[in-house]
């Protein structure tokens, strides 16, 4: 069983869509909840992050986790053609974050 | 531009090569890793360096080499170049605790 699962999708959804991201994990040492985007071709970049439980918004973006679930989430409100990427869920144990697993990632595409 | 650089972006080698992957930052930043990326596996640790002078095995460090001589660059030494080992490859840094800044990818295929 891996560390952190993430449905892969596809998922395709229809502009100004509520779009829900998901993944679960087994390690109840992670503490740090990161979400990084993906465009094809192109390295992950940043997109959020949170410590421990909660929920944090960034715009149209709202990251929320659950750890006695041991579940994060992210929500894209409003949805756009250029928010069509692959999403990886990411997470670490310790402040360091010298260690961050990445889940597999899910594929988004907004259609116009 | 200020980042991360990987060279090169794309390369084909034979099974039993053995080639560098370079990764270059101009942010200062200490702690660098490798990650390969193949589908339906997410991004997978390498190597990483949390400052010059050293390293540490990540998840699948098996096949890899790394050294960390300035903190501006971590190259990836493929020994014997195996099919296994097609994939793509990602360099990045961090600045901060959650700061990750990635490259744009070196594509390899081991024929």
């Known amino acids: 069983q891996k560390e952190v699962e993430q449905d892969p999708g596809p998922l395709s959804v229809p502009e100004g869509a509520i779009v829900s991201l998901n993944c679960t994990y087994s390690?109840?040492?992670?503490?740090?909840f990161m979400w990084y985007r993906q465009y094809s071709r192109k390295g992950p970049e940043l997109l959020m992050y949170?410590?421990?439980?909660g929920n944090k918004e960034d715009g149209r973006f709202t990251a929320q986790v659950d750890k006695s679930s041991k579940y994060i989430s992210l929500f894209i409100r409003d949805s756009q053609p250029s928010d069509s990427a692959t999403y990886l869920c990411?997470?670490?144990?310790?402040?360091?974050?010298?260690?961050?697993?990445f889940g597999s990632g899910t594929r988004l595409s907004i259609r116009p | 531009n200020a980042g991360v650089t990987q060279t090169p972006k794309f390369q084909v080698l034979k099974t039993g090569q053995s080639m560098t992957l370079q990764c270059a930052q101009d942010?200062?930043?200490?702690?660098m890793s490798w990650y390969r990326q193949d589908p339906g596996m997410g991004l997978r640790l390498i190597h990483y360096?949390?400052?010059?002078?050293?390293?540490d095995q990540g998840e699948v460090p098996n096949g890899y080499n790394v050294s960390r001589s300035t903190t501006e660059d971590f190259p990836l030494r493929l020994l014997s170049a195996a099919p296994s080992q097609t994939s793509v490859y990602f360099c990045?840094?961090?600045?901060?605790?959650?700061?990750?800044?990635f490259g744009s990818g070196t594509r390899l295929t081991v024929v």
């Open positions: 990411a997470m670490s144990a310790d402040s360091s974050a010298s260690k961050i697993i």
């Open positions: 942010m200062n930043h200490e702690y």
């Open positions: 949170t410590y421990s439980s």
């Open positions: 990045a840094s961090r600045g901060g605790i959650y700061g990750y800044t």
């Open positions: 390690n109840s040492a992670f503490q740090y």
């Open positions: 360096s949390v400052g010059a002078g050293i390293t």
